[in-house]
């Protein structure tokens, strides 16, 4: 089968979705009605509340949610699970789940002033529900941090063989990397100090970013061995330096460049990765199912629960429940704008991760590539869609691998930006103490992690991306499930349909069951074998179960806060808070 008939006919449902159960929900469940002012409108200041016009808001919010999430996630399940079970529920999470989880989180937000998910529970839960939610996406954030940036400095360190000998990956892309980050911040500084506008800027820099691609090769940097410290571990304190300084210098310095010409990377790869799959003939040769359904229990397990939270942002993403609640909201102009901003670009960002995946279906099922991080699969599925144009496949692999650790920076960027946010305001830190502290604290822990040699359950020393990223993916889906929780009473609270709450609730539970399922699972894996206790294990390797325990607590912990809120609740319309309760 060739892939242009799944690709094109996935985006073709999600099309059908969004003019369906899009308006639907619309309709039924948040009651869009673009008589009511937004907290754009209202509260506007030409600083964070800012009314947008879709067209443009709608860029910069799927930028923002669209990193490396929707690429790693559904490459890794693709692999372990096969194709379909994969492709199965990246429709079914982004149109039911995912989608609906955004959405809600940004109306919710845009008729609560413009505050976050947080203050959506803090209002209409408990404020203990609210302080056990944000260290829940603390740890959420730190779990980020250390997949993501140890995924990325995968590439500085390896190489994959395009084929021909020719090695891509390592110091080149190590090269390329740095190069790219000092590019924005020479650009903040001229937009910030000259009268050079962002056009002719675009324009100058978006080549020099290729120039930047093309060069590393020619000046690999090869890291040595540090103190000790293995080359992959010195990137990663490297890269937590430049989080260190994105999350405190002026977001006109670093973050808003770099997030400028980052945009034009995404825009690129989804545009290479479109020409590939309509042009390129690539046939499916990966099986749709690792393990044969003939084998029972054997094909149903550890799918369910792994594959949901491996998938992870290709179908639901709790994070996106930040982005939704921290700025876009504050951008909204109408409400009707909600729909296309947060139910449609889920659906778009479920394109990406099919794009993603697609990246796998091309492969034979003893391919070399398949024992590579998920980057060198999603660059070289990205080079060989660019041959199709006449690039060079060393460059298109270097673009491949440059364009998802763009993606990344994204990530950490904000997160890390975010996690401050966070520290700053359950201690009340202030001033510049507050905000080099807390980012240490943001930046320590992630740098602790990535540090330790880790091994598998069997003992085998294993990358820290990948012990992390199940980690971080339950975490991200117990965060969709608890936002959806809050979600839940919000609308008991204030819809007009008292069967509203029924399309947030379900996607909880099963989210919540699923996220949970998956925590215990690993906490397991680490703490028995052959079905007999034998504790945590007595060396780094407990920070696992010990990490599965604390989700489950505070999870466990603010669903029975919630509950309580429930069961206290007297009905009726409660009204949105003031500017300045």
């Not at 545009?271 to 393990?291: E, H």
């Not at 510049?432 to 930046?443: A, K």
Request: with cysteine; glycine share 10%.
């Amino acid at each position: 089968m060739n892939i242009i008939f799944i690709v094109l006919g996935v985006s073709a449902l999600f099309y059908i979705a969004y003019r369906t159960y899009g308006t639907f929900i619309a309709k039924n469940v948040y009651f869009l009605n673009n008589e009511n002012t937004t907290a754009a409108v209202e509260l506007e200041d030409g600083l964070d509340y800012v009314p947008t016009e879709p067209k443009f808001l709608l860029g910069q919010h799927f930028s923002a949610i669209a990193a490396a999430g929707p690429i790693t996630g559904p490459i890794l399940a693709g692999i372990q699970f096969g194709w379909l079970p994969t492709l199965l529920w990246i429709i079914i999470g982004s149109i039911f789940i995912g989608g609906v989880h955004d959405w809600g989180s940004l109306i919710a937000s845009v008729r609560s002033k413009g505050r976050s998910i947080t203050e959506t529970v803090r209002v209409n839960v408990s404020k203990g529900a609210w302080i056990l939610f944000n260290l829940f996406i603390l740890a959420t954030l730190i779990m980020i941090i250390v997949a993501f940036t140890d995924i990325t400095t995968a590439s500085f360190v390896n190489m994959v063989d395009i084929g021909d000998g020719t090695l891509v990956g390592g110091g080149a892309i190590a090269t390329s990397s740095i190069l790219y980050l000092a590019l924005p911040v020479i650009m903040g500084l001229l937009l910030r100090y000259t009268k050079l506008s962002l056009t002719w800027a675009t324009v100058i820099f978006l080549p020099l970013v290729a120039v930047a691609i093309y060069v590393g090769k020619f000046i690999p940097l090869d890291m040595p061995s540090v103190l000790g410290l293995a080359p992959q571990k010195v990137w990663n304190i490297i890269i937590l330096i430049y989080c260190f300084v994105a999350a405190i210098v002026p977001v006109w310095a670093l973050l808003q460049p770099r997030g400028h010409l980052g945009g034009y990377f995404l825009y690129a790869s989804v545009i290479v990765a479109a020409i590939g799959v309509l042009f390129g003939g690539f046939s499916v040769n990966y099986p749709a199912f690792k393990t044969p359904i003939s084998e029972g229990s054997a094909f149903w397990f550890p799918m369910f629960p792994m594959l949901f939270i491996t998938v992870a942002c290709g179908a639901c993403s709790g994070f996106h429940a930040l982005v939704s609640s921290g700025t876009s909201s504050k951008q909204i102009k109408r409400e009707s704008d909600t729909k296309i901003i947060g139910y449609g670009a889920m659906l778009m960002e479920g394109v990406v991760a099919v794009i993603a995946l697609s990246t796998v279906m091309i492969l034979t099922k003893d391919s070399e590539l398949l024992t590579k991080s998920p980057n060198f699969v999603y660059a070289t599925g990205i080079g060989q869609f660019m041959k199709l144009i006449g690039v060079d496949a060393a460059f298109g692999i270097s673009f491949g691998l440059m364009a998802f650790t763009t993606f990344v920076y994204d990530t950490l960027d904000i997160c890390t930006r975010l996690g401050r946010f966070i520290i700053q305001e359950l201690t009340g830190w202030k001033g510049w103490f507050g905000r080099i502290f807390s980012t240490l604290i943001i930046g320590g822990i992630p740098a602790v992690l990535m540090l330790i040699t880790l091994t598998g359950p069997d003992g085998k020393p294993v990358a820290a991306w990948s012990v992390f990223w199940r980690t971080f993916g339950a975490s991200n889906q117990l965060l969709a499930a608890l936002a959806l929780i809050g979600l839940t009473v919000w609308l008991m609270n204030t819809s007009k349909n008292k069967k509203a709450w029924m399309y947030t609730f379900f996607p909880a539970v099963f989210m919540f069951i699923m996220s949970s399922w998956a925590l215990v699972r690993m906490f397991l894996q680490y703490t028995t074998k052959d079905g007999a206790w034998i504790g945590l294990p007595g060396n780094a390797n407990a920070i696992v179960p010990v990490v599965c325990v604390i989700y489950l607590v505070l999870a466990i912990w603010m669903a029975a806060e919630t509950f309580r809120a429930i069961t206290k609740r007297r009905g009726g319309m409660v009204q949105a808070p003031s500017a300045t309760d």
